[in-house]
T-cell receptor, first 114, second 110 residues
Framework: SAVISQKPSRDICQRGTSLTIQCQVD?????MFWYRQQPGQSLTLIAT?????????ESGFVIDKFPISRPNLTFSTLTVSNMSPEDSSIYLC???????????FGPGTRLTVT | GESVGLHLPTLSVQEGDNSIINCAYS??????FIWYKQESGKGPQFIID?????DKRQGQRVTVLLNKTVKHLSLQIAATQPGDSAVYFC?????????FGTGTSLTVIP
């Protein structure tokens, strides 16, 4: 399986600011995804990061709040914009080789907004 | 999205015993199911998967059972070890869309 890294691993941010999270994969992958995991809860899909085009967002998530880039097949970024304490979560990147098969997850970025 | 839930939020087992973690799903159109293990401070780790054309699949010390009639999924861990202590999530979906269950926290008592 692919090796996935995320930067930063954690951060504490002031409300109203923005944070960009990076996801790097050691091999080219077809699919990349971003999830949010609030404390003690399950994972919620934010969006599918599409290479060379706009991300596909799930219901309840919008591009203005969570802009995503995917310039190539090994890298993606998620920005959490205009943060509020409600954005405090773990943000996880996942990848899969093709559609409809298992996804592999990065270690996550733990974000705290004060 | 689809509703995927677990029957028990916590489970404690003695080391060496077998563990069974259950999951209910609501979308009968889902054709792919995955179990993940998440240890504290880490991302979810793939354990085992099963497609809807199967009822059972075995891995190393783990077995997944799928009952499509009642839309139920279970994960069986044989000879549970302290290293198995974690939160276990089921996920169901079709195509690219995956929906994760609430999670069950498994604690192994030495």
């Amino acid at each position: 399986s692919a090796v996935i890294s995320q930067k930063p691993s954690r951060d504490i941010c002031q409300r109203g600011t923005s944070l960009t999270i990076q996801c790097q994969v050691d091999s080219q992958v077809t699919m990349m995804f971003w999830y949010r995991q609030q404390p003690g809860q399950s994972l919620t899909l934010i969006a599918t990061a599409n290479q060379g085009s706009e991300a596909t967002y799930e219901s309840g998530f919008v591009i203005d709040k969570f802009p995503i880039s995917r310039p190539n097949l090994t890298f993606s970024t998620l920005t959490v914009s205009n943060m509020s304490p409600e954005d405090s979560s773990i943000y996880l990147c996942s990848v899969s080789e093709v559609a409809g098969v298992e996804q592999y997850f990065g270690p996550g970025t733990r974000l705290t907004v004060t | 999205g689809e509703s995927v839930g677990l029957h028990l939020p916590t489970l404690s087992v003695q080391e060496g015993d077998n563990s069974i973690i259950n999951c209910a799903y609501s979308n009968s159109a889902s054709d792919y199911f995955i179990w993940y293990k998440q240890e504290s401070g880490k991302g979810p780790q793939f354990i085992i998967d099963i497609r809807s054309n199967m009822d059972k699949r075995q891995g190393q010390r783990v077995t997944v059972l799928l009952n499509k009639t009642v839309k139920h999924l279970s994960l069986q861990i044989a000879a549970t070890q302290p290293g198995d202590s974690a939160v276990y999530f089921c996920a169901e979906g079709s195509g690219n869309q995956f929906y994760f269950g609430t999670g069950t926290s498994l604690t192994v008592i030495p």
